[in-house]
């Protein structure tokens, strides 16, 4: 199933259906309509069932999606059916803060090590984690079998660490620092830049003056 084409705006999509099919799930909701469902993700009915296709047919007419059932086979399809490794590069406010968020260890992503290269934060404690040496990079994503890997760092150390992280067999990368990495086609990357994301608000909300 997932060597078919899927448009990169409905994989975006398919974890906002699955979050709140978790809730209706909690809630005790068994069934829910494909235009009940897509309200609550902001989306549109059809829109919703053309992302739901390019996973498989679901759903009854005239009745609707089992909550649960739906919920499973997303998080399986995405890979969430596992807990998943994760390290975080960078101690500074954004990585100590992402160090301590929990909705990752909610979802299955265990953050397992926490790199930095200032001598001042190596080898104390994040809560229980410990700021581990970048010199050890390597070592340490073998040895706790880390798949993905979170970079907090500068603009100016993103490339060379990016580059660390392809060579030691990562190929998921989250990358806050505002620079677009460049990396072979099999690694995917995911960059966050929260400047950008203000200037996109700031010109809706001029839009909508």
């Given at each position: 199933?997932?060597?078919?084409?899927?448009?990169?705006?409905?994989?975006?999509?398919?974890?906002?259906?699955?979050?709140?099919?978790?809730?209706?799930?909690?809630?005790?909701?068994?069934v829910?309509?494909?235009?009940?469902?897509?309200?609550?993700?902001?989306?549109n009915?059809?829109?919703?069932?053309?992302?739901?296709?390019?996973?498989?047919?679901?759903?009854?007419?005239?009745?609707?999606?089992d909550?649960?059932?739906?919920?499973?086979?997303?998080?399986?399809?995405?890979?969430?059916?596992?807990?998943?490794?994760?390290?975080?590069?960078?101690a500074?406010?954004?990585?100590?803060?992402?160090?301590?968020?929990?909705?990752f260890a909610?979802?299955?992503?265990?953050?397992?090590?926490?790199?930095?290269?200032?001598?001042?934060?190596?080898?104390?404690?994040?809560?229980?984690?410990?700021?581990?040496?970048?010199?050890?990079?390597?070592?340490?994503?073998?040895?706790?079998?880390?798949?993905?890997?979170?970079?907090?760092?500068?603009?100016?150390?993103?490339?060379n660490?990016?580059?660390?992280?392809?060579?030691?067999?990562?190929?998921?990368?989250l990358?806050?620092?505002?620079?677009?990495?460049?990396?072979?086609?099999?690694?995917?990357?995911?960059?966050?830049?929260?400047?950008?994301?203000?200037?996109?608000?700031?010109?809706?909300?001029?839009?909508?003056?």
């Open positions: 199933m997932k060597e078919k084409k899927i448009p990169q705006a409905a994989i975006i999509r398919l974890p906002i259906y699955l979050r709140y099919l978790n809730e209706l799930a909690q809630e005790g909701i068994n829910i309509s494909s235009n009940e469902l897509a309200e609550l993700a902001g989306s009915g059809p829109q919703l069932r053309k992302d739901l296709s390019y996973l498989g047919e679901f759903g009854t007419r005239g009745v609707g999606y909550v649960e059932r739906l919920a499973h086979y997303i998080s399986s399809f995405m890979g969430l059916n596992k807990e998943q490794s994760v390290a975080i590069i960078g500074g406010k954004l990585g100590t803060a992402l160090c301590r968020y929990k909705g909610e979802k299955g992503f265990k953050i397992c090590v926490i790199f930095d290269d200032d001598p001042n934060k190596i080898g104390k404690n994040i809560d229980d984690l410990l700021i581990e040496d970048i010199k050890n990079l390597e070592k340490e994503l073998k040895e706790k079998n880390v798949e993905i890997c979170i970079m907090a760092v500068p603009a100016s150390q993103a490339q660490i990016a580059d660390k992280l392809v060579l030691y067999g990562i190929n998921a990368i990358n806050f620092a505002p620079i677009s990495l460049k990396v072979p086609e099999n690694v995917v990357t995911r960059q966050i830049d929260l400047s950008v994301e203000l200037q996109i608000l700031s010109f809706f909300k001029v839009l909508a003056q």
